[in-house]
């Protein structure tokens, strides 16, 4: 039986062919501790600087046999491009992502995004970043992804205009989804411009633990339509929290695959889409990788309890968090490579 | 002049509809006609946020409906609440410390759980978002709070609670801890050494509720 590259099983599974083994990748970030540590970076150094971002993504793929490298790691880029300011937290020794302390919008009437945002910094670095991957680790499908545009309006104003505006100010809602989309869709085609082999779209605060069904589908999903329609397969639809009443629409926006987190009902979930569909999802970042208390065989029984879920690759239900133990990381890469040999649902094997 | 029944409904009901004016009429006229205004809020009010959480725990309310039912209700908590003899108020004379941990600026769920100890009548000390973990232990110090509440809404930042908890319970192992946010699992909480937890902003709202509920039924 051969034994595939990462990028060939990657690229196999998006077209759901037969593959070697279920792959080990995602469309979140995936940077982790001992990469950088190695590296001689510092946690907060690493976001804003093309050359550490690409090598510590690189870097961390290649220290645990990831199959894929994965651009960026936060998510205030496209905010700080607009014009707001960003912690950095370059005094702490944790792992503390950026953040926007103080958005500078006060209100949806104020929302105005500039014509070229897809070529502001630091947004730019990231194009750069992916060159930098293309070149220096070309075995790797290289993975890229945008906010979607609830979750990035969280990013350029207070989530609770949003939410109250729902009911009370439907059309400034939709009229700021929908700049922020128009934002979204330019990026997204410079990632893969850019040579970003799949994206992701994330509308992670879309779940129904938020908003209910009915606003997902007459405000978010075609917001999310429109937006995968403009990219270029393979394309990924990504929701964390509550989203086993969303599962279907979520399959009807034009992605290539679902992303779901532990919160989804694996089973109600391949049930609900047919074996057909690309599942990925539902493993859980913090309990299996992280958790000081799981060992190695607990770890491993988690990622077998997921493949048997029914997802189509082992991959992380969020960004993976920099700090896992390296023998629960190593042992979960290990799991997916010999427990997926067997079909997954949507695809099958050589 | 109504009668206190009706004066409660309406409060609850304005809650429930998200109906701020009727909810400001309601406890006005309350004040006006002489009823206890702890009654009004936690048999008006109060009430009507727990008929908010059980139609979040059913599905047909979510986030944005418990925000403006929230808005409703500090519309008429704050015409009410000043009018509570301090002897009165909320009956436990408690203290809590709130805020969300650093490294997250989501404070949607933080400031719901907030509501609901408002409206119990506690005394808040809230520490906004992106809190430096020794800025909770400080203050829960300063002030000898009972409770100390804290959210995280990413798995990154949820770490920090474990830290602040053990801080926290080295000085003080009487002091309560309640964590909140998406990324928290009842498994988290318990390893963390937390006395409570809410999953998410509505379940915040749901457990926050039955609190209430069983302060209500105390007072009674």
Not at chain 1, 153 to 174: N, R
Request: aromatic residues 6%; contains cysteine.
């Amino acid at each position: 039986m051969p034994e595939l590259s990462a990028r060939e099983r990657v690229e196999r599974v998006f077209r759901r062919e037969p593959v070697d083994t279920m792959p080990f990748f995602s469309g979140m970030g995936m940077v982790l501790r001992p990469a950088i540590k190695e590296l001689g970076y510092k946690f907060p150094q690493i976001h804003r600087d093309p050359v550490k971002l690409a090598r510590a993504a690189i870097l961390s793929s290649k220290m645990f046999g990831f199959d894929s490298v994965v651009v960026p790691f936060d998510m205030c880029c496209e905010s700080q491009a607009i014009g707001n300011t960003i912690s950095l937290y370059e005094d702490s020794e944790d792992t503390l992502y950026p953040t926007i302390p103080e958005k500078m919008w006060k209100s949806m009437d104020e929302v105005e995004i500039p014509a070229d945002i897809a070529d502001h910094w630091p947004i730019s670095l990231i194009y750069e970043a992916i060159k930098i991957v293309k070149k220096e680790a070309p075995e790797y499908p290289i993975g890229a992804w945008q906010l979607g545009p609830f979750t990035m309006a969280g990013q350029v104003l207070e989530l609770d205009i949003l939410l109250k505006g729902i009911f009370k100010q439907t059309a400034k809602v939709e009229a700021t989804l929908d700049k922020l989309a128009d934002m979204i869709i330019a990026i997204g085609q410079k990632l893969q411009a850019a040579g970003a082999d799949y994206i992701t779209l994330r509308e992670m605060g879309t779940g129904t633990d938020l908003i209910s069904p009915r606003t997902w589908k007459n405000i978010i999903q075609p917001r999310i339509r429109k937006i995968l329609e403009a990219w270029k397969s393979p394309k990924i639809l990504h929701i964390c929290g509550a989203t086993n009443l969303l599962i279907e629409m979520m399959n009807d926006c034009g992605a290539d695959a679902i992303s779901v987190d532990i919160k989804n009902n694996l089973a109600e979930s391949r049930e609900k889409l047919g074996k057909n569909t690309l599942l990925f999802g539902n493993f859980d970042v913090f309990a299996l990788p992280c958790k000081e208390e799981t060992t190695v065989e607990q770890a491993v029984e988690g990622i077998k309890t997921n493949i048997d879920g029914g997802v189509d690759a082992v991959w992380p239900g969020c960004d993976l968090w920099p700090d896992i133990k390296e023998a629960n990381m190593k042992a979960i890469v290990e799991t997916a490579r010999t427990y997926g040999k067997k079909p997954s649902p949507a695809v099958g094997r050589l | 002049m109504a009668t206190k029944e009706e004066l409660l409904e309406k409060l609850k009901n304005g809650v429930v509809e998200y109906e701020e004016d009727p909810v400001s009429e309601a406890a006005q006229q309350a004040l006006d006609e002489g009823y206890d205004p702890l009654e009004m809020i936690m048999d008006g009010l109060a009430a009507g946020m727990e008929v908010v959480g059980d139609l979040y725990d059913r599905n047909e309310y979510f986030v944005p409906e418990i925000l403006m039912c929230a808005d409703a209700m500090y519309v008429g908590l704050n015409i009410l609440r000043p009018h509570v003899p301090k002897r009165q108020e909320g009956g436990l004379n408690a203290q809590v410390v709130i805020g969300s941990v650093q490294g997250d600026v989501h404070d949607i769920g933080k400031n719901l759980v907030k509501m609901m100890f408002d409206v119990a009548g506690w005394e808040v000390y809230d520490l906004g978002r992106d809190v430096p973990l020794e800025k909770f232990v400080e203050e829960q110090m300063r002030t000898d709070s009972e409770v100390v509440a804290m959210s995280a809404m990413m798995t990154t930042t949820m770490l920090g609670m474990k830290k602040v908890i053990q801080m926290i319970k080295e000085k003080n192992p009487n002091v309560a801890i309640m964590l909140g946010g998406a990324p928290v699992t009842q498994d988290v909480a318990k390893l963390f050494g937390a006395d409570g937890y809410a999953e998410s902003a509505g379940n915040a709202v749901s457990e926050g509720i039955k609190m209430i509920s069983r302060l209500r039924q105390m007072q009674k």
